[in-house]
């Protein structure tokens, strides 16, 4: 999906996977370092990139001392 910008703050997170059950972890350790990988997920107002706000659910991944990583739209939600 194309860039969005989170406005305000993401709510109902939920984990989807941690440890081996991240596929791309080798790709996420590579790139920002070696952290206990999770996957997240969670409701948030966006703004994308023709300027509209909606709410979606948003993913992206986060480890401690690391941080958020890489967050992509899933689905808007209206």
Known sequence: ???????????????IATGRGVHIRRYLER???????RKMKGKATVRIADGTICEAEVHWFEAHGIGQKDFKIKRLIR
């Open 31 to 37: 790139t920002y370092g070696k952290g206990h990988w």
């Open 1 to 15: 999906m194309a860039q969005f910008e989170i406005v305000g703050e993401i709510r109902e997170v939920t984990t």
